[in-house]
């Protein structure tokens, strides 16, 4: 119902409210017929909601004043975005040198400014040749980065506050491996509401749907870290009508926060699946890598994989899985559940089991005159993760010949992912 939808921007909805919160308060009993919440709740959410429409929003320019003011020094001007989809936000940029305590900050047009965040990714390396995941020795001073949000949408904090990504290793910020300029770290930040995140102000964690600001990328460590990019990725437009299918039992590609998401490979498996296998899964393989070299790669005590059976229409070309669309249909994005440990049965530096591996996903809609739009363009596949985009074009119908290209056979680095489901939404 309409009248809800302030309440609902805490649990992951559009902040929009079209009744006053004294009128939808207006009735008897312990639970809000409308919201269907305890009428305690409904209180803190109104007054959330007033306060909210009460304070006014900080410009960029003072929360980086207010930042100056705590000691951190921007570096250059705010970068806007390079490339803008539907649902994304991406920011190339020259390679900038990030000492501790230095921020580069990232402009977002309005228009992205009240949607709700789901993933992002930060790319950065070190340029110690030492630094490697897992080392920490004394001849690596560790280079760190914090992907940090300005945002108002703690009902605590109306006025606005940092948050940072929950690290899941522990420590400020995103450690930085060694790699070389062509190359750096895609570090892939997925889950802040799954996992929360956490106040920059006082640590707390808390967990609500973020509506970002401004982002700044901050160096936290104890050596400067290179960074020359990022991506920030918004909750899709609704969806109607969905083509999914699961190669892996026990996937299931959630909302677009991360709820509902479970994976049946990868190294958070049920008891009968050894850690860091995909049973079942699509293994893309991409075209250049040699007869020798895939081998190399599916040798292990949990090897081979068998080819699984594809829906009617679907096939595979090479390192491409090429999926048919239906025509007049609108996408509204496409997510692949993957992953890309080997089945080597080795503890990795991660502590997950199974070498890790380098491949990295394109997800594009080829047009039936061959012009492509890139959803997703060379995202590092994680040890098991939820990889999705948007097209450019949002109001793009499909036409009969149309259809989704995901492919690992292009980027720097090739290696072989493990698809484990897709999921694309369609509105007429």
């Known amino acids: 119902m309409p009248q809800a939808k302030g309440f609902f921007a805490i649990l992951g909805t559009t902040f929009a409210i079209t009744t006053a919160p004294s009128a939808v308060l207006a009735f008897a009993g312990p639970i809000c017929p409308i919201t269907g919440l305890p009428k305690q709740d409904v209180v803190r959410l109104a007054q959330y909601v007033t306060k909210q429409n009460q304070t006014p929003l900080m410009t960029t320019e003072a929360i980086i004043e207010a930042d100056k003011k705590k000691g951190i020094k921007p570096l250059g001007n705010v970068i806007q975005p390079s490339r803008v989809n539907c649902s994304s936000l991406e920011y190339d940029f020259p390679e900038m040198t990030s000492n501790p305590g230095e921020a580069i900050y990232l402009g977002l047009p309005k228009e992205f400014q009240g949607r709700n965040l789901t993933m992002a990714n930060l790319y950065h390396r070190n340029d110690r040749p030492k630094c490697v995941a897992g080392y920490f020795g004394e001849d690596c001073p560790p280079a760190r980065t914090s992907f940090d949000v300005f945002t108002h949408s703690n009902p605590a904090r109306p006025g606005g506050e940092w948050r940072t990504y929950n690290n899941p290793s522990g420590g400020r910020g995103k450690f930085a491996e060694y790699r070389g300029p062509d190359m750096p770290e895609d570090e892939v930040l997925y889950g802040w509401y799954t996992k929360s995140s956490h106040s920059s102000e006082d640590g707390s964690n808390d967990r609500f749907i973020i509506k970002p600001h401004t982002v700044r990328l901050l160096g936290t460590g104890k050596h400067p870290a290179l ?184 980027g720097t680095k090739l290696d072989i992912a493990y698809i484990m489901g897709v999921k694309i939404g369609m509105t007429k």
């Open 227 to 410: 960074v020359s990019g990022a991506k920030i990725i918004f909750e899709p437009p609704k969806a109607t009508e969905f083509i999914t299918h699961t190669f892996t039992p026990g996937t299931q590609i959630g909302d677009p926060f991360g709820r509902g998401e479970k994976f049946g490979g990868g190294q958070e498996v049920p008891d009968n699946v050894p850690r860091g296998t995909f049973p079942n899964a699509l293994a893309l393989i991409p075209s250049q890598l040699s007869q020798f070299q895939v081998r190399q790669r599916m040798q292990g005590p949990n090897a081979p994989y068998e080819a699984p059976q594809l829906p009617a229409g679907w096939k595979v070309q090479g390192g491409q899985l090429l999926i048919p669309l239906p025509p007049g249909k609108k996408i509204t994005s496409v997510e692949v559940a993957a992953g890309d440990s080997r089945p080597d049965g080795k503890t990795n530096s991660d502590q997950g089991t199974g070498t890790s591996g380098w491949a990295r996903l394109n997800i594009q809609l080829v047009r039936k005159d061959g012009k492509t739009d890139t959803l997703v363009k060379d995202d590092n596949v994680p040890p098991q993760g939820v990889i999705g985009g948007s097209p450019t074009d949002c109001n793009y119908q499909t036409q009969q010949g149309d259809y989704i290209s995901i492919r690992t056979d292009a």
